[in-house]
């Protein structure tokens, strides 16, 4: 399986700070890269499709980069309603695999 | 609009079989492309892909649980059901159905709110 390693696991941001998640895939997955958000309790929301794409209704503060095996999640301003964890997902190579996510807090 | 929901028990004892129930609406198993899979977290932790079915019955299971999964779609009532058999406390977790968005690559768009499974006896 791919494994999919998410850095760093945890962060500490405030509203209006630019942030950044890096997600490393152990072989090449070209640009089959899907991030998510998480709130507790809640489902996973899809962010960005083919590492870059960004899903209909996402706000373009969300942007992602890369391809191969480093990828790249940027929040351009932080907003109160994105505090949240973070997931990044493979899906070039069977199984389907997540990273461990990246929680973003106040 | 696509929406999805998943329902089932939220309590099942060690060795007992689950059987979890997605219902959906504003997308059919009868449509050429459409397909539905499980994806299931443990509390606290990452999320784990389970199952997939596509609307002309192709079905693709994790390597490492296929021995235990079971899924099956009822197109007239656009539901999608997974069965887990010899359920043990490790998968107690929430067990997500979600729509797939691309055929032949699991990536998957809309999902449900989840269900809670707790694996106790």
């Known amino acids: 399986d791919v494994q999919m390693t998410q850095s760093p696991s945890s962060l500490s941001a405030s509203v209006g700070d630019r942030v950044t998640i890096t997600c490393r895939a152990s072989q090449g997955v070209m640009n089959y890269l899907a991030w998510f958000q998480q709130k507790p309790g809640k489902a996973p929301k899809s962010l960005i499709y083919a590492a870059s794409n960004l899903q209909s209704g996402v706000p373009s503060n969300f942007s992602g980069s890369g391809s191969g095996t480093d990828f790249t999640l940027t929040i351009s301003s932080l907003q109160p309603e994105d505090f949240a964890t973070y997931y990044c997902?493979?899906?070039?190579?069977?199984?389907?695999?997540f990273g461990g996510g990246t929680r973003v807090e106040i | 609009q696509i929406t999805l929901k998943e329902s089932g028990p939220t309590l099942v004892k060690p060795t007992q079989t689950l059987t979890l129930t997605c219902t959906f609406s504003?997308?059919?198993?009868?449509?050429?492309?459409?397909?539905v899979g499980w994806i299931r977290q443990p509390p606290g932790k990452a999320l784990e892909w389970l199952a997939l079915?596509?609307?002309?019955?192709?079905?693709r299971y994790s390597p490492s649980l296929k021995s235990r999964l079971s899924i099956t779609k009822d197109t007239s009532k656009n539901q999608v059901v997974l069965t887990m058999t010899n359920m043990d406390p490790a998968d107690t977790g929430t067990y997500f159905c979600?729509?797939?968005?691309?055929?032949?690559?699991?990536?998957?768009?809309?999902w449900g709110q989840g269900t809670l499974v707790t694996v106790s006896s």
């Open positions: 997902q493979q899906y070039k190579n069977f199984p389907p695999t």
């Open positions: 979600a729509h797939n968005a691309i055929v032949g690559y699991y990536y998957f768009d809309y």
């Open positions: 079915i596509y609307w002309d019955d192709d079905k």
């Open positions: 504003g997308l059919s198993l009868s449509t050429s492309g459409v397909g």
